[in-house]
């Protein structure tokens, strides 16, 4: 059994290579994505949204397509420079360059299979960041306050038609999930007009402070009441309220009676015809407002003597 081992492993590798021999020597279709670089000079900004890859269909026997199956880099570098005015580039002449198709491996499709270049002034302006960042929470954490892009805007460059539509820009979308500590990282801003936009910066910095959710209650916070004619007075009932929000555990301990005020205008008392009024309550930053009691407060209005 042992002398046929040597024979059987001969005939399997002899099979294996029959089989490869076979299979290349047949025709297949295949398809590419080149991608695409867009180099511009300084003064040079492209009007388009320009392509970020070129997608073609080659076919041809197995052979000659593994050369480009085993092609470690296809992309493609189209310096625009030396192009001074608008013009129409046909992509074949790209992809033959990048590619250098054998003679016998024929072009199926091409898509794009012309560019339009055509050029415009650069415009600068400075946009803010939009935040993608998802954070899922552990049960009974908070997010305290507003989570922090830094920076919060970037300055983008390109031609003028373009960069005059832009509004924002995204950063990559991230989740993150059973979060119950602090969080912070880096992130990318999402390139979606690679080949007609130039970023100032690529990342960003994000802050979440998270913290154990807790509630508190501010006992005896006092009414104030704004604009008050000189001869009059108002008094208010009842004259103090309590006052329920909602925070991470961190920021309610820092929180004073003080921090809370509760707030009437004059003007709306007197517009009032319902014989009663809600105050606007101001509470510190990075917490929510649950509620106050009492919501509706009554008044008199009286004259000074």
Known sequence: MKKQLPIFIAAFLFSVA?????????????????????????????????????????RGKGWDLLSVLISKDLKYTLDLSKYKRDTKIATEQLVSERVNLNPDVSLV??????????FDKILEKTVPVRNNIRVNLREGYAIVGTPKLTPDSIEISGAANVVSKIRFIPTEVRVFENVNAPLSGTIALKDTLP?????????VDFRYNIQLSAEKTIEDVLI????????????????????????????LARILPTDVSAILEFEAIEEDTLGFIVPQILIPEETTLLKSEPQKLQYIIKKKF
């Not at 900004?45 to 997608?55: L, Y």
């Open 224 to 251: 104030s009441v704004n604009g008050v004619p000189d001869d009059k007075e108002v008094l208010v009932i009842p004259p103090k309220i309590s006052v329920s929000v909602r925070g991470g555990v961190d920021q």
């Open 18 to 58: 029959l089989w490869i021999y076979v299979s290349l020597s047949k025709s297949y279709s295949l398809d590419l994505s080149i991608p695409l670089e867009i180099r511009t000079g300084k003064s040079q900004a492209v009007t388009e949204d320009m392509p970020s890859s070129i997608d073609v269909t080659v």
């Open 195 to 203: 080949n007609s936009l130039k970023y100032g910066i690529k990342f």
């Open 109 to 118: 499709s091409i898509d794009p299979d012309t560019i339009d270049i055509e």
